[in-house]
T-cell receptor
């Protein structure tokens, strides 16, 4: 089945620890995105990537890092600099860049990160 | 003021009723409009995707866009308990892949 796979489903972080959230897609989509979802705040964009080896900061990139070494993979690292990391993290992908940049985004089932 | 406003609810309606969900926005550059459904502990699922003004129907769902009023709606006919979820509106400007989301409306259909 084509889709977006996020792992793990639940993750716990200790103080001072970096953790990495995995996102893999087999939809052959060019663009990938990371969002953070908090109660009452909707989805906020952390980072996005339109092409391999290139990515841009979203609205709340501080304390996060990403890489895009392969088209199908876009891992997100939550660093110790992110002081309030407890949230539901969602990865998305879309087919379009450039002239096709308004293609709809499709989401994975998220990773819930909590602080120990 | 947020770019996209959405009533958070919660909204409870009896099974079989028509549901109306709405978003208003302030950015006149928005031309692409989406509705997503999100079940608890799951990712958002794309329901409707429309461009510019007008109506689009898909089964029991109808999306309506009024660009002159900067107002979009999602109607659900013959609502079912399985429609109980949070509904998110999202929109983007032409040539911009970044989506701006509403905060979501939590809907419960009462059997």
């Amino acid at each position: 089945d084509g889709g977006i796979t996020q792992s793990p489903k639940y993750l716990f972080r200790k103080e001072g620890q970096n953790v990495t959230l995995s996102c893999e897609q087999n939809l052959n989509h060019d663009a990938m995105y990371w969002y953070r979802q908090d109660p009452g705040q909707g989805l906020r964009l952390i980072y996005y990537s339109q092409i391999v080896n290139d990515f841009q900061k979203g609205d709340i990139a501080e304390g996060y890092s990403v890489s895009r070494e392969k088209k199908e993979s876009f891992p997100l690292t939550v660093t110790s600099a992110q002081k309030n990391p407890t949230a539901f993290y969602l990865c998305a992908s879309s087919a379009g860049t450039g002239r096709l940049s308004n293609q709809p985004q499709h989401f994975g089932d998220g990773t819930r990160l909590s602080i120990l | 003021q947020k770019e996209v406003e959405q009533d958070p609810g919660p909204l409870s309606v009896p099974e079989g009723a028509i549901v109306s969900l709405n978003c208003t926005y302030s950015n006149s550059a928005f031309q692409y409009f989406m509705w997503y459904r999100q079940y608890s502990r799951k990712g958002p699922e794309l329901l409707m995707y429309t461009y510019s003004s007008g109506n689009k129907e898909d089964g029991r769902f109808t999306a309506q866009v009024d660009k002159s009023s900067k107002y979009i709606s999602l109607f659900i006919r013959d609502s079912q308990p399985s429609d109980s979820a949070t509904y998110l509106c999202a929109m983007s400007a032409f040539g911009n892949e970044k989506l701006t989301f509403g905060t979501g409306t939590r809907l419960t259909i009462i059997p």
